[in-house]
C-alpha cells in the first residue's frame, strides 16, 4: 500500500473509530442487499464492515491513489467494483437493474452538497441511504416545522425522503479532525401518495423565493400575481395569518401553495373514466364505442399507441407512471402511450400524446410495429411509434410521477434484470423496437 498524505480539497477527514464505522455500515442494513454503494470510501474505514455483506459493493472514489489501493485490496473479490469517479456526476441509471440501491458515505464535506443531489433528487434508483455530514448540515435536512435549521434545504429534499439524524458524532472519531460535529443521516423514500400532486419545478421555484430573505413575510416575497383572490384567500386556504413568514408553513402547506399557483381545486385523478373509446374485435375492427371504465372493466378489445422519444444521441425517454394510474401504478413505461379517441388514427393519436403527455411537439412519428391485443397489452391493439425530439420536457404529475433519458442498452438490461418494473404493454413494444428498428 502506497503512502498517502490527506487532501484538505477532497474533504479527507477518516474516521478511526472501528466501533462506530461498525455501526454505521449497519445502518444501510447491507446483508444480502443486491447492491450497496460506498461514497468516499477513502482508506476503507465504512468498506471493511461492508464487503462480503450485499450482493455486489461499488465504491466510489476520486482520488486515483485511494482508488488504487483500494483495487489492490479487494482484488481477490469479484463483488467489488471500485469506480474511480467524481460522485458529484454519477450516474446511478446502470443500477435500476438492481432493484433495490443503498448508498452510503462518509462524505467529503466540501461537495456533501451536490453529492446529495446526485443521489437524492429523482429519478433515482436509491431506496435507501446513510450519510455522514456536517451536523448543521443533517440538522438542516432533517428538520421538521419549528425544528432547529428548518428552512428550503430541509422541504426540498423531504419531498421526497423522510430523514432522519440518528447519531451525532465528535470530531475526535476522524483524523484529521474536522473543525465541526459531525452526523449521521438516514433517508428512506417518501411514498408519492402521502402528499397530493404538485409542479416540483414550481414548487422549488416558490420555496426558493419564499426563503429568500428571511426577516420578510412571505406576501412580500411571492409572486405578485397570485391567481383566485390573492394571498389573502392563499393565506385563508392555508389557515394561516397574512403576516406569516417561510419558515412558519410545513412541507403539506408549501404544497398547498404550489397547487394554488397551478390552479389545482380537483382532488387528484390519473385519468377520467368517461373517455370514450373505439371497440374493435380481434381483427382490429372498429364493432362500436364505449366509455373507459367499461372498457377496462370488461377487458374488450380497443386501440392505443405507445411512442418511443429518442434524441439526437439516441438515448430513449421513459416515464415512470404516477400512483394514481389505475393501471400499472409506479411502474415505468413508454415516453408516451394513450388510447385512440373514437375516429382517431394512430399516427395521430401519437402525435397528440406526446404534446399532451410530455409537452413534445413533433410533426411526425414513424411507425416502428404493430402488436396484436393480448393480455399483457391490456387487450389493446397496440402499434408503436418513434420520434425524435430534443427539446424540454413537461409532464403532468397527476399522470407522470418521473421521467428519464436512457441509454437503449441500459433499459435492455432493466427489463431483462426486473421485468416488474416496467408495465407489460412497454415491455411487449421494447420487444418489437429491438426486432424491428435497433440501430
Ligand atoms: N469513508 C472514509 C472514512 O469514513 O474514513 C473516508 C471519508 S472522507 C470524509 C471523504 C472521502 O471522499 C475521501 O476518501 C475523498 O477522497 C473522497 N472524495 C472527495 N471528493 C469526492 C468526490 N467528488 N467523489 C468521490 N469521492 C470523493
Not at 447519531?167 to 417518501?190: N, Q, Y
Not at 362500436?288 to 377487458?299: I, K, S, W
Not at 444521441?313 to 415516453?335: E, I
Request: net charge negative; hydrophobic share 40%.
Amino acid at each position: 500500500m502506497k503512502t498517502f498524505a490527506h487532501k484538505k480539497s477532497l474533504g479527507q477527514n477518516f474516521l478511526q473509530d472501528k466501533e462506530l464505522s461498525a455501526w454505521i455500515a449497519d445502518q444501510i442494513q447491507p446483508d444480502r442487499a443486491p447492491i450497496v454503494v460506498e461514497i468516499g470510501p477513502g482508506d476503507g474505514a465504512l468498506t471493511e464492515h461492508l464487503v462480503d455483506r450485499s450482493e455486489k459493493l461499488v465504491l466510489v472514489e476520486k482520488d486515483n491513489m485511494l482508488a488504487e489501493n483500494l483495487e489492490e485490496r479487494f482484488s481477490d473479490r469479484d463483488n467489488v467494483e471500485v469506480m474511480r469517479q467524481d460522485a458529484t456526476l454519477l450516474d446511478m441509471r446502470p443500477w435500476y437493474r438492481h432493484g433495490d440501491v443503498r448508498v452510503i458515505g462518509n462524505l467529503p464535506y466540501s461537495v456533501g452538497g451536490p453529492i446529495l443531489k446526485a443521489v437524492l433528487t429523482p429519478p433515482t434508483p436509491m431506496t435507501r441511504g446513510v450519510f455522514m455530514l456536517q451536523k448543521e448540515v443533517c440538522q438542516r435536512l432533517s428538520a421538521k416545522l419549528g425544528g432547529h435549521g428548518y428552512g428550503s434545504l430541509s422541504l426540498l429534499v423531504q419531498q421526497h425522503w423522510h430523514v432522519e439524524m440518528i447519531r451525532v458524532v465528535g470530531p475526535e472519531v476522524f483524523k484529521p479532525r474536522p473543525k465541526v460535529d459531525s452526523a449521521v443521516i438516514l433517508c428512506t423514500p417518501r411514498d408519492p401518495a402521502s402528499l397530493p400532486v404538485y409542479d416540483v419545478a414550481l414548487f422549488r421555484r416558490l420555496v426558493k423565493m419564499g426563503f429568500s430573505q428571511r426577516r420578510k413575510q412571505l406576501k412580500n416575497l411571492l409572486p405578485d400575481e397570485i391567481p383566485n383572490g390573492g394571498w389573502p384567500a392563499l393565506a385563508s386556504s392555508l389557515g394561516v395569518d397574512v403576516m406569516v413568514r417561510a419558515e412558519q408553513l410545513s412541507l403539506e402547506q408549501w404544497v398547498q401553495i404550489a397547487r394554488w399557483f397551478e390552479g389545482r381545486t380537483d382532488t387528484d385523478r390519473g385519468q377520467k373514466a368517461s373517455e370514450m373509446f373505439d371497440v374493435v374485435d380481434e381483427n382490429n375492427v372498429v364493432i362500436g364505442q364505449r366509455p373507459r371504465g367499461e372498457v377496462h372493466a370488461q377487458g374488450l378489445r380497443h386501440r392505443a399507441v405507445h411512442i418511443f422519444v429518442f434524441d439526437k444521441r439516441g438515448n430513449v425517454y421513459l416515464q415512470k407512471r404516477s400512483h394514481l394510474k389505475d393501471a400499472h401504478p409506479r411502474v415505468w413505461d413508454s415516453s408516451a402511450a394513450g388510447h385512440l379517441d373514437v375516429g382517431e388514427s394512430y399516427a395521430a393519436c401519437a402525435i397528440r400524446e406526446l404534446h399532451e403527455e410530455i409537452g413534445a411537439v413533433v410533426e411526425t412519428t414513424t411507425k416502428i410495429a404493430e402488436i396484436p391485443a393480448t393480455e399483457r397489452t391490456g387487450m389493446e391493439f397496440v402499434e408503436l411509434h418513434a420520434a425524435t425530439y430534443d427539446g424540454a420536457i413537461k409532464y403532468a404529475p397527476d399522470e407522470i410521477e418521473v421521467g428519464q433519458w436512457f441509454k437503449p442498452a441500459t433499459v435492455t438490461d432493466w427489463v431483462n434484470a426486473r421485468p416488474q418494473d416496467f408495465a407489460t404493454g412497454f415491455i411487449e413494444c421494447w420487444r418489437a423496437w429491438e426486432a424491428n428498428a435497433k440501430p
